[in-house]
Antibody
Framework: QVQLQQSGPGLVKPSETLSLTCTVSGGSISTYYWSWVRQPPGKGLEWIGYIYYRGSTNYNPSLKGRVTISIDTSKNQVSLKLTSVAAADTAVYYC??????????????WGQGTLVIVSS | QSVLTQPPSVSGAPGQRVTMSCTGSSSNIGSTYDVHWYQHLPGTAPKLLIYGNNNRPSGVPDRFSGSKSGTSASLAISGLQAEDEADYYCQSYDSSLSGYVFGTGTKVTVL
């Protein structure tokens, strides 16, 4: 079945850029929407943004233009970049597969999660 | 920044039935957008529990059921078991955001 494996640093300095990669195995990255979701310590889930395999994106306005999601279909990878990070960006970050040819779908499966701590 | 409101906690004894609500607005649940539910255990990835308001993925026990009416949705767990102790989140699409919204989360405690 489809599996999502996340990679990337767990510690990022304030004002720097958070970068995470999600590698999809067991299935194609095509025809699906792919999202990033995060959970700050002690808080709920927050949708960060999505990308369609053709490259169209949409982001949560709360991230004020700091986020970029990209896709590499040749490598079956989805990437997240979040610039100018601050302590409030400390969270567990998840990638998740969304809808099939529709952004109205659900998230399944999910990556294992990456705890990213923003600290100097 | 959740726009879907859930009760912070619900509890029940083993074998009992518990329910939790998920209240949204006309731009999400109140529109034609479906509601999905996830079970989240500490240290693990969220797990899809209910999709499309009331559908269970393969492997999810039929003790879990979902419904939607108006601007709200509900998740019910019948025959509560110790392993059901977790956080539960609802999720939908929001037209004003052109993106997804999650509920505030409900912690289920098995007494």
């Amino acid at each position: 079945q489809v599996q999502l494996q996340q990679s990337g640093p767990g510690l990022v300095k304030p004002s720097e850029t958070l970068s995470l990669t999600c590698t999809v195995s067991g299935g194609s990255i095509s025809t699906y929407y792919w999202s990033w979701v995060r959970q700050p310590p002690g808080k709920g889930l927050e949708w960060i943004g999505y990308i369609y395999y053709r490259g169209s994106t949409n982001y949560n306005p709360s991230l004020k233009g700091r986020v970029t999601i990209s896709i590499d279909t040749s490598k079956n990878q989805v990437s997240l970049k979040l610039t100018s990070v601050a302590a409030a960006d400390t969270a567990v970050y998840y990638c998740a597969r969304g809808g099939f040819r529709s952004q109205l779908g659900w998230f399944d499966p999910w990556g294992q999660g990456t705890l990213v701590i923003v600290s100097s | 920044q959740s726009v879907l409101t859930q009760p912070p906690s619900v509890s029940g004894a083993p074998g009992q039935r518990v329910t939790m609500s998920c209240t949204g607005s006309s731009s999400n649940i109140g529109s034609t957008y479906d509601v999905h539910w996830y079970q989240h255990l500490p240290g693990t990835a969220p797990k899809l529990l209910i999709y499309g308001n009331n559908n269970r993925p393969s492997g999810v026990p039929d003790r879990f059921s979902g419904s939607k009416s108006g601007t709200s949705a509900s998740l019910a767990i019948s025959g509560l078991q110790a392993e059901d102790e977790a956080d539960y989140y609802c999720q939908s699409y929001d037209s004003s955001l052109s993106g997804y919204v999650f509920g505030t989360g409900t912690k289920v405690t098995v007494l």
